[in-house]
């Protein structure tokens, strides 16, 4: 049985087959106050295909909203695994039912916060992307804190990116495009970058090239994108490239 937001029928995605499971994901432990490492879990387990491919590239989606990125570019894409991250649990069910349902095996549905999830749980170096498309604005000034782009967010996802991987971002919304500006021009210039010992930039910036899946001047193809080009909004997009350390003798 499927379901569809509208009709409000039940929900009956099972845990461990789209979505992680409870035992995929244990609760975090209290030792992970004290020792960051401590609730690490690799991410890239909960594809049963890796064991047999170790190498196999890994990528996030944050706020996938009904998975219409996910599912165009995963079908395209049967070499890599993809982890969306919805915290609105309608969406994630929503997204996870279509998976099902599309029969491919390289996404899993997780419904937590994603910002939590990278800071306390996912490994250092193991990303190759980050995608966070049409992130919410939280418009009001006292909700700005809820945005996804913060600098302790920056700072997780440096850590959990491999050298050279990416942060893909495309927005429509102007206020945020300026506070995530004003993020990545510190993060890719000279800084400040605060609660940061890396490198300086800790990135670099490249122009945002549309991924496979994305038709015809499209961006990504979003549900968002698309409602939004409809409306004639214009977009913003970019993409941050991690840069490492120099090894010694650079
Ligand atoms: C405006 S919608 C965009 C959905 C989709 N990316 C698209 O472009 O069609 C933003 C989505 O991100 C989700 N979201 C926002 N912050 C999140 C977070 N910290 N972790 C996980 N999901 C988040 C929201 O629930 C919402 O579904």
Redesign the pocket.
């Known amino acids: 049985m499927s379901f569809g937001l509208s009709r409000g029928k039940p929900l009956d995605v099972a845990p461990g087959v789209v979505m992680v499971s409870d035992e995929e994901l244990p609760p975090l432990p209290d030792a992970a106050l004290t020792d960051p490492e401590a609730g690490r879990v690799d991410p890239r387990d909960w594809f049963p295909h890796r064991a047999e491919r170790p190498d196999r590239r890994f990528e996030i989606?944050?706020?996938?909203?009904?998975g219409?990125?996910l599912c165009q570019q995963a079908a395209l894409s049967p070499e890599i695994d993809y982890l969306g991250?919805?915290?609105?649990g309608e969406?994630c069910n929503y997204a996870a039912d279509r998976v099902r349902r599309s029969g491919l095996a390289n996404i899993r549905m997780l419904r937590?916060?994603?910002?939590e999830l990278i800071r306390w749980r996912v490994p250092s170096g193991i990303v190759d992307v980050v995608h966070l498309?049409?992130?919410?604005p939280w418009p009001k000034s006292r909700h700005h804190k809820?945005r996804?782009v913060q600098d302790r967010f920056l700072a997780e996802t440096w850590r959990i990116l491999k050298p050279g991987a990416e942060l893909r971002v495309v927005t429509d919304h102007d206020e945020l495009w300026a506070w995530d500006r004003e993020h990545f021009d510190r993060w890719c210039g000279t800084g400040p970058c605060p609660g940061f010992d890396g490198p300086t930039p800790p990135y670099e910036e490249i122009s945002f090239a549309a991924p496979d899946s994305a038709r015809e001047g499209e961006l990504?193809g979003?549900?968002?994108?698309r409602k939004f080009r409809e409306e004639g909004r214009t977009f913003h997009a970019t993409v941050l490239v991690k840069r490492s350390p120099p090894t010694t003798g650079d």
């Open positions: 989606e944050i706020g996938s909203g009904k219409t990125f991250i919805e915290w609105a969406f937590t916060d994603a910002t498309y049409f992130s919410d809820k996804v990504v979003t549900n968002f994108e």
